[in-house]
């Protein structure tokens, strides 16, 4: 349904690839995606809310970079069609998510099979970075028993949401510090040496939840997980339904906006339709006068 996207970039003036693509999709409760209130009544309001979202992408990205090819989330996979997958995760998590969100994804979406298309073996995947352990980012874990996976230490110590008994046997990531500051985010951790590619912490979802930055000869590009559903939420000051810590979450949103106020930024959370639109057009954030950017213009 959703289109993937191939870009080709500049990074430190050497190639840079990158793929975004659903994993098939998904629809969530519309006061699920946008609440009124928070905590426990935002909780109860998108429970009892019987209308669902349009269907939304489940974007993983895929980044050919100098150092090798990272692949961010894993995305979704064909078996979540199946009435007892969540069986295993006991009676309240599996009522609530088959009845709080819709699938549709196929054994074409799987991550594996549209790296394939792109003639990308998973084995050649150097490295898998995890924004959160939510089950539509790790499902598609089980594709690389193999390959080293990267989770922030506190995203893997205090977990929110988080289905264990989902995750295939062979999950022990390599769980990484965000000790070091870059620009107006202070926990940060380079992915690669030119420190081009970077990981950010941006909570509030869950504790632990981060996005991953990368630096472009054209300006800053963030796949931002799940920190909201679309940029409109971010500039609007809205919020989803179920977040760890609104405080968090608010912090979050003013980092990435003050960020993107003097630096081009491409933003693109991972259920956004619009995301591979501002991709492929180059449409940051905020337009930013002084930079030549071949951003494009709506009139
Ligand atoms: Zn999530």
Known sequence: MYTPLSINLTTNGRPLRLHL?????VAVKRRYREARGRGFGALLDFIIDSRFTEWLPIWVLVVEHP??????DTGEVAAIMRKDYFR???WIPSWFDKTQFHFKVTREDEIDVQLEKLGISTTQIKTIVLTHLHF???DGLLHFPDTRVLVNQLEWDKPFGA??????????????NLDCPYDMFERTYALTGG???VLVHTPGHTYGHCSVLIKTDAGHIMFAGDVCYSQEQLLNDAYTGANASHRM????????????????????????????????????????PSEGLTALEDE
């Open 163 to 176: 289905m264990k008994r989902l995750w295939p046997p062979h999950f022990q990531p390599v769980t990484v």
């Open 67 to 72: 150092e090798g090819i990272f692949l961010i």
């Open 136 to 138: 539509d980012h790790t």
């Open 249 to 288: 979450a608010h912090d979050t949103y003013e980092r990435i906006k003050d960020f993107a106020q003097h630096q081009s930024l491409i933003f693109m959370p991972a259920h956004d339709p619009e995301s591979a639109y501002r991709l492929a057009s180059w449409t940051p954030v905020y337009n930013l």
């Open 21 to 25: 693509l659903s994993t098939g999709s």
């Open 88 to 90: 295993s995760s006991g």
């Open 195 to 197: 420190e081009d590619l």
